[in-house]
């Protein structure tokens, strides 16, 4: 016997050990699986029952969206086109200069708006009754001239564009909130098979060159899960050519979080965020928000690569954190930590945190002007919006001329042609469209409010949620919590094998076994 033999023989049925100890885990997990299929199949049944009572709810919104449509692009009595006044010009210099020209932009009703473009207002109107003066004007104006009046609204900036929700022009788009569960997940609680590793929502040009074109996440950095190899996958198809692309770089750039409400940081400043590259270029650009009002969620998976047969995890990972919020599909019934009814309109999507810090300090925002520290909360999701789309009795057209105008289509106006300052009005920009039939839009109306009343006065609904999450903490605390145990052991016995295995290869190759064994 030598000292070299010896060492190595201490570990003479290590492998059969661990192989072993990794089978009892596989039957103990396989026992908890089959044990908790009852609370499962309840839980679902629950959910399912749940989220078909609210699709009922939200199809008679969609109901009534659909009829308001039915005005404008069946009947032809509404429209949801207007002159948005994009320019002011003066045809003279000096004191007595004038009269202006008015730039009009046929404009299409929406919950953003672009920036006003403020090289095109140079004047200011002398005498003006309607507009008052252009003084006000400024990046945030959306001014709708109704044939007479200047109606003037300035929005809040929201990235790159201008954010109409809540404004006076709700009169004309009007917003309806959706109905919705939202669904709290935590890694112990998924899958087995889950490949989850973050989300977040994205922005990204189409650029030329992919290894340079960056995928901007508008959210804290922090210690992103986001590595090289993940596979990161868009909410909405048709921004890449394949479903999917492969991460190729990882780093962080600078960006105002605080002009994204969904981000749930108010403070001004530059925060770090993830800033990324993939293997492909997009075929879109993709904005926050998209011209539509919704955002593109980037949802990022496991490296195929490092997938195995087992269901091993590593000691180090945290069975809660991130928790991610997301709102329920049919799919997911069942599922999760918990479920909490939505009527915010706040939009959806999928937010990631971590719930233990709630409540303290944000590492990632400086103190504000009283020093205060801005805390953690958690992260804003919801159910999110639908749009009716009131529109205007009276229908943009052409000038000169009278055809009907279309969105994008400018016009120029001289101030005497529209009554403003001095002389009388002769433009006509409008034409009024015929009266609707409303007998439809109203039995909608009506059925909607119906259900939205005999919703809000089901006392059933919120026992069957709270019923729901009993049961899944039963499931979390019992099942899920026990299997995530085995996971780490598995991955603790594998990491011992293949620790034992190094070690046996360095001591018999090892050069040195004679002054070993001296």
């Known amino acids: 016997m030598s000292n070299t033999s010896d060492m190595v023989d201490v570990f003479i049925g290590i492998n059969g050990e661990t192989t072993a100890l990794v089978s009892e885990c596989k039957a103990k997990i396989s026992v908890l699986d089959q044990a908790k299929g009852p609370y499962v199949k309840a839980a679902k049944n629950l959910d399912r029952n749940l989220h078909q009572q609210l699709t009922t709810v939200n199809d008679t919104l969609y109901a009534t969206r659909d009829a308001y449509d039915d005005r404008i692009d069946n009947q032809g009595c509404r429209t949801d086109l207007f002159w948005r006044l994009t320019g ?281 002007d009283d020093g205060n520290d801005t805390l953690i909360v958690e992260p804003p999701l919801g159910a999110d919006k639908i749009f009716y789309r009131i529109g205007f009795t009276n229908k943009p057209i052409l000038y000169p001329g009278s055809d009907d105008a279309e969105e994008g289509d400018t016009i120029q106006v001289s101030e005497t042609l529209l009554g403003i300052g001095i002389g009388a009005g002769f433009a006509t920009l409008y034409e009024a469209l015929p009266t609707c039939d409303d007998t439809a839009l109203n039995e909608a109306i009506s059925a909607r409010n119906t259900a939205e009343s005999d919703l809000a006065s089901d006392s059933d609904f919120p026992k069957k949620i709270s019923l729901s999450n009993a049961i899944k903490e039963k499931i979390n605390e019992e099942f899920n919590l026990r299997t995530w145990a085995y996971r780490t052991q598995i991955g603790q016995a594998q990491d011992r094998k293949a620790g034992i295995d190094t070690f046996r290869n360095l001591i018999n190759t090892s050069n040195f076994s004679d002054l070993m064994n001296s």
């Not at 508008?218 to 993940?230: D, F, H, R, Y």
């Not at 195929?304 to 995890?313: E, K, V, W, Y």
């Not at 991130?322 to 937010?351: A, C």
């Open 88 to 368: 002011i010009t003066s045809s003279q210099n000096g004191q007595n200069r004038g009269p202006d020209i008015y730039t009009f932009t046929c404009t299409k009703l929406a919950t953003v708006y672009e920036k006003s473009n403020l090289s095109g207002i140079n004047s200011v109107t002398q005498g003006a009754t309607g507009s008052g003066s252009t003084s006000g004007f400024s990046t945030n104006t959306v001014t709708y001239y109704d044939g007479s009046t200047f109606n003037k609204y300035e929005l809040p900036e929201e990235g790159d564009s201008l954010n109409g929700v809540g404004s006076g022009l709700d009169s004309f788009y009007e917003p309806d909130n959706l109905h919705g569960l939202k669904l709290y997940n935590e890694p112990y609680a998924r899958d087995m098979i889950d490949t989850f590793r973050a989300s977040g929502i994205g922005i990204v040009s189409t650029g030329t060159d992919a290894a340079t074109n960056r995928v901007t996440i508008l959210s804290p950095a922090n210690e992103t899960p986001i590595k090289v190899g993940q596979l990161m996958t868009p909410s909405k198809s048709g921004f890449f050519a394949t479903q999917y692309v492969t991460v190729t770089g990882v780093g962080t750039t600078s960006v105002d979080l605080s002009t994204y409400p969904f981000s749930g940081i108010t403070t001004s400043q530059l925060i770090n965020v993830p800033y990324i590259t993939v293997d492909a270029l997009p075929v879109g650009i993709i904005s926050a928000p998209q011209p539509d009002g919704t955002y593109v969620t980037m949802t990022f998976t496991q490296d195929p690569s490092t997938i195995g047969d087992d269901f091993a995890i590593g000691r180090e990972r945290n069975p809660y954190v991130d928790q991610t919020i997301e709102l329920m599909d049919p799919s997911q019934v069942g599922t999760g930590v918990k479920i909490v009814y939505d009527n915010s309109g706040i939009s959806s999507g999928t937010r990631a945190w971590n719930r233990f810090m709630e409540g303290q300090s944000d590492p990632n925002v400086d103190l504000d």
